[in-house]
């Protein structure tokens, strides 16, 4: 089993529209979440952590469920600038620096 | 201010071969990080520097891959002898020096590893 499991998609959507990505991970001591965005070809760049408690910037909403293992980010009004890939990381405890990655989630906002 | 910056940005080399990568991190950053992306799997980590020490080298596929951090600055990645499955995107990434948090990594453009 992966450390952390993504849906790859593709995901296409239109502008405007509201779209959702989970993510899960298998260590259950994982201690700090992240979304990062990579845009193809290029590195990649943090979005936003996920607090315990949920957290939003702007039209970015992460959420996270320990008890489940599961991580989430919802994506409201997308504009075309959002297509990217989207990639959920997770440090384990203990270690709080090592990155572990998902295969990442791939989404075409399209016009 | 600078990025992290990698070079070389490509490199192509037949089986066998020796490649050196460079990273340059963020000035005053002293946490750096080198990752691997070969195709169609996850990102995977390779090891950490603080300063010029190796904090985890886990990561490390083999005795083929060596890092450095002489002096605590740029990192060097050496593969030698270059196998075909080295191939992949080879990113460094950096991050600043906080005692209890986990602070952003910044990563670099990558260098993308060709072994025929």
């Known amino acids: 089993r992966k450390e952390v499991e993504q849906d790859p998609g593709p995901f296409n959507v239109p502008e405007g529209a509201t779209v959702a990505f989970n993510c899960t991970y298998s260590?259950?001591?994982?201690?700090?979440f992240f979304w990062y965005r990579q845009d193809c070809r290029k590195e990649p760049k943090l979005l936003m952590s996920?607090?315990?408690?949920?957290n939003e910037d702007g039209r970015f909403t992460a959420q996270l469920n320990r008890a489940s293992q599961y991580i989430s980010l919802l994506i409201r009004d997308s504009k075309l600038s959002d297509s990217a890939t989207y990639l959920c990381?997770?440090?384990?405890?203990?270690?709080?620096?090592?990155?572990?990655w998902g295969l990442g989630t791939s989404l075409a906002v399209n016009p | 201010e600078a990025g992290v910056t990698q070079f070389p940005s490509h490199s192509v080399i037949e089986k066998g071969q020796t490649v050196t990568l460079r990273c340059d991190p963020i000035?005053?950053?002293?946490?750096l990080y080198w990752y691997r992306r070969v195709m169609g799997k996850e990102i995977k980590f390779l090891l950490h520097?603080?300063?010029?020490?190796?904090?985890?080298e886990s990561g490390m596929p083999n005795n083929r891959f060596l890092a450095e951090r002489t002096g605590g600055t740029y990192s060097t990645l050496k593969v030698q002898p270059a196998e075909l499955e080295d191939s992949g995107v080879y990113f460094c990434?950096?991050?600043?020096?906080?005692?209890?948090?986990?602070?952003?990594?910044?990563f670099g453009p990558g260098t993308r590893l060709t072994v025929l």
């Open positions: 990434a950096s991050s600043q020096s906080t005692e209890h948090m986990v602070n952003e990594q910044f």
């Open positions: 000035s005053g950053h002293d946490n």
């Open positions: 520097f603080v300063k010029e020490s190796k904090q985890d």
């Open positions: 260590n259950s001591a994982s201690q700090s």
């Open positions: 996920v607090y315990s408690s949920g």
């Open positions: 990381v997770v440090a384990p405890a203990g270690n709080n620096r090592k990155l572990i």
